[in-house]
């Protein structure tokens, strides 16, 4: 494995989802693989879990550590070839890329979609550039598309709560206040129809996601059909696809709930947070016993480690 | 020790002061003792004194330090239980704080108070909050009412300078332009409470602290009497208590000056800073032989370390 | 060296270069010299190359790093004596600079010109102030006036790459939408001034750099007759030093082209970076075969770990 940008980079799933329990048992056995490797984490956007995560995650390799923040004024990045750069862009993606290439051993970016053109988010332009020119391998943080390394991380959580060998998982859409990228959803199906799973998606008519990520998806429109003996429940907010960045429905009854939980077989309820409480999920799903929130938020730590370690063995 | 929110934490402080003296002494002999822990810092406010002093403590040990600035736009916290999150928050407490303790062994954090609602603020009910959820050690970086990093190192200063074994400690009120907390007044009467001296706190009418802080302090309305023979003067501002966050008074007879210093045992001058020049105190004083602030300051890095070095020791 | 503020500080220049490249060449081989160093980065400004280079430099020496933005609103510095702080300003640099020199063994600062008031600009009052009250080395991460540790990269990205022993080297102005510095062609004047190079500067009437820097350089208002034979071109725009802080020309005639290349000795072409692309420096420049643009930041790494090398060697 070179780069980390989506589940197409993983050459065996089970083998990555392996080592990152091996990882998970034994954090500090390879401290030494990181030694004068740098990492640098280039927040385009803020970051919590991503950010502590992916920091804890190379110190335990014994890499340093990074951080760029450049989410504020004043360091828009120009990503257009051929552009006379006489407006708000500062530095092109050419020369900062490359630039932070020299600097650090790895790369990882984080760059939301502006959720306007279409097409230009759904490009992977920037993260193909940025694996362009900065000549080191990279790590989405989470792109316009697709968040991977949340992904793999809800892959652990599944693999090592599983109670058989093929349960059915649910991806069930839910309402939120604003208009949120399709990045986690996107990601989470490419990844559920990599990993040997039953997976439906279930969303208000008009919220189908690209089926680039879908793929082979059952798709539900009934949230209670689709719940109906689910084994696991992925929670998630996201905005239209078709009709791109538009918030279509902020139907209630699509919030989970312990009523709804009864439809399913007392379903684990995921969430790759932050969680609007009261909104998508109810208080008391949060708060009780089938919920993995936390479990799942820190498996990001061993994802974050199993794909740098990957990296650092395979490329230097 | 397990979590450090108030002197109360503290189960002897003059064993404490040791501590911490060793460490100023040998700052580097603890060095594996914080090998694989990871210290996050969680400022929800700006930080310059306690961000270095307690980072460069925490690496005086051997651990990492994570550093995360919530203080921008975009990551407010809800702290509320109940609440349907459809506003400003975008997570709540229950989740921040579980997941930073998943990623992090200790957590620092800062939370200034608002200054509008008395009963909110002085709650602790976001440290409590923080310690129930996060599940690991808490560290104030200043909380809404208290300061026990800053106390502790004002405490270590008293010590290391007295020329007697019960100085005269005399906190005052002074003039500012804005509207400050009472956390640090607070907790320098809590601690000065529980240490060894002769503690008098002298403010303009309409000041005085919340008791549950100043306790046996004297309270004493005229400065001059109040510095009469004093060996310490803390000169410190603070916003109304009883009128909650209202600024009472710019007086600026209650500017500390060498005048002043005449009615005093040619006491030494302290301040926590950062300190507005010419509005709470002299020129003349901070650039004079009678001013601590700057050892004072220095001393942070040894209270920070002692208070890390129990936590380490007692939690792991 | 003690502090590095300007060519000035280095005692040998031809050393300095020498020693870089040893660092160039062996990155790890000093990784003891700065165990239990901590290095303050102080932020005023954003930073791209400078933070992550310098950063960088001191972890391959073994050193902490403790970075700390002050760009943001709520810690405007003053630096004015005597005066009452009843205005925006947080904090005297007596106190804040004496506070970070007992956190830090060594502190860099970059602290950009307001372009207002150029006696305050170029009066170096900042980094005086900063030597003076900190007690400790410092570094610039670029003042008002200068930035040596650009200037440094850029001298040893012409050592490694000239092909005659005293190459000529053209300082070119360049057209920008913005009022820039005159920081860094202030610097290159200064160091090529001190290095062994044919050095001319060419810009419009009015663009006059101060004396104090440009020094023995000839002047050339013709840009195609400065070219002419130049075996180094360092494009740059500036703001008007003598209309100080005024941009008095965006004539695009002076951005650098392959067609001006042609006047040249097959010139190397450099940019400190940031560069407007299509404004500045034409694409087919940056992305042609006589870039030196990105090998020219690379090397800040090893300008800044020479410099935090020699301080260290000299002041521990």
Redesign the interface.
């Known amino acids: 494995m070179r780069n980390f940008i989506s589940v197409n980079d993983v050459n065996n799933i089970s083998e990555l989802i392996q080592k990152a329990f091996e990882h998970k048992k034994s954090?500090?056995s390879n401290k030494s693989l990181g030694t004068?490797k740098?990492l640098?984490l280039i927040f385009l956007n803020?970051s919590?879990?991503t950010?502590?995560?992916t920091?804890?995650a190379a110190?335990?390799l014994g890499m340093?550590v990074?951080v760029?923040n450049?989410d504020?004024d004043?360091?828009a990045l120009?990503t257009q070839?051929?552009?006379?750069?006489?407006q708000n862009t500062?530095?092109?993606i050419?020369?900062?890329a490359?630039?932070?290439g020299?600097?650090?051993d790895i790369i990882g970016v984080r760059s939301f979609p502006k959720l306007i053109d279409k097409e230009e988010d759904y490009s992977g332009d920037f993260f193909k550039k940025f694996v362009k020119y900065s000549n080191v391998p990279i790590v989405s943080l989470e792109s316009s598309t697709l968040h991977p390394l949340q992904s793999f991380a809800d892959v652990l959580t599944i693999e090592e709560t599983k109670t058989k060998p093929r349960p059915k998982v649910v991806l069930t859409w839910a309402p939120h206040?604003k208009a949120l990228p399709q990045a986690v959803p996107n990601s989470f199906a490419q990844w559920m129809n990599a990993y040997d799973v039953e997976f439906v998606i279930t969303h208000p008519k008009g919220y189908e996601l690209s089926k680039e990520f879908s793929g082979k998806a059952s798709i539900e429109y009934n949230q209670d059909a689709a719940l109906n003996g689910a084994d696991y429940v992925y929670v998630k907010n996201w905005s239209s696809f078709e009709d791109y960045g538009k918030v279509l429905s902020m139907d209630s009854h699509w919030m989970m709930t312990n009523e709804k939980l009864k439809l399913t077989n007392n379903a684990k309820v995921m969430h790759c947070?932050?969680?609007?409480?009261?909104?998508e999920l109810a208080?008391e799903i949060?708060?009780g016993p089938n919920s993995l929130?936390?479990p799942e938020?820190?498996n990001r730590?061993w994802a974050a480690q199993a794909v740098l370690s990957e990296i650092l063995k395979n490329n230097f």
């Open positions: 954090p500090y004068n740098t640098g803020p919590l879990r950010r502590l995560s920091q804890k110190q335990n340093n990074i760029m450049m504020k004043g360091w120009e070839d051929g552009i006379v750069m006489n500062v530095e092109h050419k020369e900062a490359a630039v932070m020299q600097y650090c206040i947070l932050p969680v609007r409480r009261g909104i208080d949060l708060d929130v936390i938020a820190a730590v």
